[in-house]
Structure formats: C-alpha cells, structure tokens
C-alpha cells in the first residue's frame, strides 16, 4: 500500500505558447490538508484541472486510489471520488441552489420524475454545514458572491469524495464563513478525506495545511511539511528571490483640494447604506474598511450609478453631479474596477486587447468615426506590460489567463480609461505577493499623479499599508474615519463592528 492517495509525476500540459506544467509531481497523503502555492500563472489550476479531467495532460502519470487513472471529464472524476472547488465559480444563476447542487445528478423518485422535496431537503442539510441558512429553492441569481461560494462548497462535500481540491475556496467568504469552512475541513480530515488547498492567503496557509508544495512557472520548487515553514520562506520559493517589503514607499502628496463630495447617500433598501458622507481629496488613498456585509460595495456602486439612491447628493470638483448610470459616472471621469471580475467585469472570449480597452473605446475613435487600432494596441500594451500581466499575446482570450492576471487585465481596462476618481473593490482579490506589490505600486502612482483613488478591502494588512485615511463602516452606515498614523487593527475593527449588537462577527 503506497502512502499516499494521489500521485501525479511528471505531469506536462502545453497551451500555445505557454508551457504551463513543466515535469510536474505532487503527492497528496489521505486525511491530511496539502497547501499548492505559487505566483499567478505558477500552474496551479492547470495542474487540477488535469487531474480533474478538465485539461488532458501532455505527458505523466496519475495514480489515485491505488490505480492509474486519467480521466476525460470531470463526471468521471467525481464519480471515481475528487471533487473540486473550482477558483472562478461558474453556478447557473436562473437555477436555484439545490438544482446547482445537485446539477446532472439529481435524485429521481417515481416514473423517473426528479424528486425535488429531497433535493431540497437534502441541499437545506448541505446548506447548515457550511453555514448557510436559506431557502435552497433560492436563485442563485439573488445570492451575494460569499454566498455562492459557500454554495460551491457545499455541493463539493456532497459527493462523498476521497479527495476534495479547494481552489482559491475562501476568496469571497466572511470570516465567519472562513471558519465553518476550516471545520468543515478538520471533519473531511477526521474521515481521512486527503484535501488540495490553494490560496494566496498565507495566514490560512500556514494555519491549516499538513504540507505545503510550491510551483513556479510551470514548474515543481519543493515540498515541505508546513511547521518548517514560514511567510519569507514560502514567498523565496514562490518567486525565487527575498521579497523584503510588501508595500512599496509611499511617494503621494494629499492635496486639500476636495475631488469628490458625498453627502447623505442613502438607499431605498432599508438594509442597505444610509446617511454616508464623505469627502475624497485629490492624490488620497482612502481605503474603506468593514466586515462583508458593511455595504461598503453597495455604496460604491450607487457612486458609479449600478443602484438607484433614496436621497443623497453627490458633487465632483466642487460641481452637484447626478449618477443614475454608469455613463453618467464616466462622463465625471469615475471608474469602477468591481470585485466580482466574472460577472461584473471579463468577456471571457475576448482578447486581452478587447477587454482592457471596452471602457475607454470612445479614446480610440479617430476620424471618420472609425477605431484607431493602432493607438489602442499601444495603450494596452503599455498598460498590460506595466502590470506584467502573464500571457504569450495581447491577442489572448482573457478566459484562459490565470485568475490574478485576469484581474491585472481589469486594472489595465481603467488605467486606459484615465479616470480622475478610480474606485477599486478589493483590487488584488486573488493576486500573488509579488503581483500585490506591482499594484500597490501602481496605486500609489497614479495618487502621487494627482487621482484620487477609494480602495475597498478585506484584507486588513492592505488597509493599513496602503491607505492615506480609512473609512470604516458598519452595517451600512458609516462608523468612523481613521488617519493613517492612527490606524490599528484594533481601531479599524472596532469601528467595523461598532453598531452590532449582540452576536458580533469578526476576528
Ligand atoms: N485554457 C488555457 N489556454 C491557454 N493558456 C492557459 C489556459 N489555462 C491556463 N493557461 C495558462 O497556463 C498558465 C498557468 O495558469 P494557471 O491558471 O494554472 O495558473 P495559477 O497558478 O492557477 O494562477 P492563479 O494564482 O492566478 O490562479 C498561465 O500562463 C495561463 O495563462
Ligand atoms: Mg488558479
């Protein structure tokens, strides 16, 4: 009997031009949480998605379970006992959460019907593992992205799997929901369930990982057991030097002149944001802190015109402005770079080129009314390799980028565009260290040339490293402003939970 419930050796996949696994191996011991680590592009997904039956590898061996396998779709995986939560969740959203569940496997009772009263029942248990207390007969459609993701996660556990792959699972999740998942994991575990994790978030990495394997480009660096490991060593090994800082100096200037005024933004959805006022100056990072759940979103995409407004005045430059669409937005030079890239923000089949100019396409028109090519093929490009965006053309389907390089492509969409105010939702969801560094980089730039930038996001340390000011909010209501000196830990989350009462959720 081998000790381990997965072997792949030698693993090679080929993708005009990118050789994206280079003699890959990874060895997965049952009842234990096996960490893949690696920079944006490193081959991480490829590498699942072979073993998933997604991709069909070049070359190498797989050995599950004792047996050669290699499967040609994923129902043959998940049948064999893999399952896999997948980085870019792809639910059908006019279906409801217990037929995504249950999708090409549902139960049949009498004369072959589909049995929904079971599905439905048995999604609700699904649903109250990972935390989940809704109506399985719910659109997905009418669910929040920590929500859906919860969902993934709940179907991945139904299958009854020998090994469950985690793909970036906790990229969208509440902290709350952070910890059912790491639970719901230690019980995976308890039944000898062998789990492949993948995340950026290193914190999450050296808490619950029993190994850590890290790739880089293509290609195998090492495996270690996690308590021989810290931060500095897996970040030398993911991008084969010493990263010394996270963020870069800061080199902006704040200006006291006032950019953007919101006064009293208020939602007609009672439990939405009310009463937000705040001031944004010109060359400021205001970073906006809150648990999932503050509304801080919501309130920003009323800014750019995605929701309609109760009350509430907004002026640019000193001038009262109405949004009431996102044309309105841009026409004041706002920009939105949102946090749900899949939905909100890529076209999936086309080019690096389409998607990084769609918002500035008005730039481009020349004479006649015709598009300047040429023009737009060198504003992306710049702004494509300023980002160092991973990808062998321009030319590309942003489909098949990894997910933090599709992101890159978003930032250079707006860089394009040239806002004045560029308001960013949790803009380095899913990027690797070294690529953080570039965009705050690239943040800080763009403030010290005189744009005012608003930054949402969850990740505390990027709060504190990265903002000039930071406004906190609370369900939905602003609960204070922070100046960077000032600034802790412990003073942003007490003004993230400070209009809870009773069951407080957070650190
Ligand atoms: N379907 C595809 N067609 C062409 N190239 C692809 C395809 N899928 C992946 N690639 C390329 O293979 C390389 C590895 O990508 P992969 O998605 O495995 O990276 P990753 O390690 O998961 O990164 P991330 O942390 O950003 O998710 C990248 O250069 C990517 O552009
Ligand atoms: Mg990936």
Redesign the pocket.
């Known amino acids: 009997m081998s000790d381990y419930i997965l072997e792949m050796t030698n693993i090679t996949k080929t993708?005009?031009g990118?050789k994206?696994l280079d003699n890959v191996t990874f060895k997965l011991r049952p009842g234990t949480v096996h960490a893949l680590m690696?920079?944006?592009?490193?081959?991480?997904?490829?590498?699942m998605?072979c073993l998933f039956g997604i991709?069909h590898r070049d070359g190498g061996k797989i050995i599950f379970d004792g047996k050669e396998v290699d499967f040609k779709e994923s129902k043959e995986a998940i049948d064999a006992g893999i399952s896999m939560i997948h980085?870019e969740l792809q639910p059908i959203r006019m279906m409801t959460i217990a037929e995504n569940v249950f999708l090409g496997n549902y139960p049949l009772g009498k004369f072959n019907l589909v049995d929904h009263a079971k599905m439905n029942e048995e999604t609700k248990t699904l649903l109250n593992e990972v935390g989940l207390y809704i109506d399985p007969k719910t659109l997905l459609n009418e669910l929040t992205v920590s929500q859906m993701q919860s969902v993934e996660i709940a179907k991945a556990i139904s299958h009854n799997a020998k090994i469950v792959i985690m793909?970036?699972p906790t990229s969208s999740l509440t902290s709350s929901e952070v910890e059912k998942l790491f639970e719901i994991i230690d019980s995976l575990k308890a039944k000898n369930i062998g789990i492949i994790y993948?995340s950026?978030k290193m914190d999450e990495i050296l808490r619950i990982s029993d190994d850590i394997s890290i790739?880089r480009d293509?290609q195998y660096v090492g495996t270690w057991p996690a308590s021989e490991m810290t931060t500095a060593k897996i970040i030398q090994n993911m991008v084969g030097r010493e990263l010394t800082s996270l963020f870069p100096p800061k080199t902006n200037v704040v200006s006291d002149e006032v950019i953007l005024r919101v006064d009293g933004l208020t939602s007609p959805n009672p439990l939405s944001f009310k009463d937000a006022s705040f001031e944004l100056y010109k060359g400021e990072v205001l970073g906006i802190g809150g648990l999932v759940g503050a509304q801080r979103t919501e309130l920003m995409e009323a800014l750019y015109g995605l929701r309609v407004l109760e009350r509430g005045e907004i002026s640019v430059h000193g001038q009262p402005v109405t949004i009431k669409k996102p044309a309105d937005a841009i026409a004041n030079k706002i920009a939105l770079v949102t946090e749900d890239r899949r939905y909100n923000g890529i076209f999936g089949v086309l080019s690096i080129t389409d998607n990084a100019s769609i918002a500035a396409l008005k730039q481009y028109v020349g004479g006649f009314g015709l598009l300047n090519e040429q023009k737009m093929n060198e504003v992306v490009d710049s702004n494509v390799s300023r980002l160092r965006v991973?990808?062998?053309s321009n030319k590309?389907q942003i489909?098949?980028?990894?997910?933090?390089?599709q992101q890159k492509v978003i930032l250079a969409r707006w860089l394009a565009n040239n806002p004045d105010i560029l308001i960013l939702d949790e803009p380095t969801r899913?990027?690797?260290v070294g690529a953080k560094y570039e965009i705050y980089q690239i943040i800080n730039n763009l403030a010290a040339e005189g744009k005012a930038i608003i930054m949402i996001t969850s990740e505390m340390s990027e709060l504190l490293g990265v903002s000039d000011r930071i406004m906190v909010m609370c369900e939905g209501r602003v609960s204070g402003f922070l100046d960077r000196d000032e600034a802790t830990q412990e003073s942003v989350m007490t003004l993230a939970t400070k209009f809870m009462v009773g069951e407080q959720e957070g650190e």
């Open positions: 993708f005009p990118v994206a690696g920079e944006n592009g490193a081959g991480k997904s490829t590498l998605k991709y980085q793909d970036e993948i950026h790739m293509g991973k990808t062998p590309t489909g098949s980028l990894s997910g933090g390089n899913g990027i690797d």
